[in-house]
Nanobody, 121 residues
């Protein structure tokens, strides 16, 4: 099982980016999917979460600007980021609770590689 994150880049403040996180491999099911970020010199923080049923939660710092979504048929989560600010600059990581094929109901946590988002003022 692998998670592949993509969509990072450089934008000016006020701009938008859309990140994608695609899970592949022998997957039985995916529970919650998450986006984290880590800015230089700071700890990794949770940005957004979406459950298998579509319930979404956000960090206060991104509420009203970021939207998490998922396409269960494609095993993919997205993070639409609008009104970006310089303080959103970070490496963004996706994470998912995945039950591999043949693992019954047990779910393991998987991380994707980071994708860099740079917002200039």
């Amino acid at each position: 099982v692998q998670l592949q994150a993509s969509g990072g880049g450089s934008v000016q403040a006020g701009g938008s980016l859309r990140l994608s996180c695609a899970a592949s491999g022998g997957i039985e099911s995916i529970r919650a999917m998450y986006w984290f970020r880590q800015a230089p010199g700071k700890e990794r923080e949770l940005v957004a979460k979406i459950t298998s049923g579509g319930v979404m939660n956000y960090a206060d710092s991104v509420k009203g600007r970021f939207t998490i979504s998922r396409d269960n048929a494609k095993n993919t989560a997205y993070l639409q980021m609008n009104s970006l600010r310089p303080e959103d600059t970070a490496v963004y990581y996706c994470n998912a609770e995945i039950t591999p094929e043949g693992w019954g109901t047990a779910a393991l946590g998987y991380w994707g590689q980071g994708t860099l988002v740079t917002v200039s003022s």
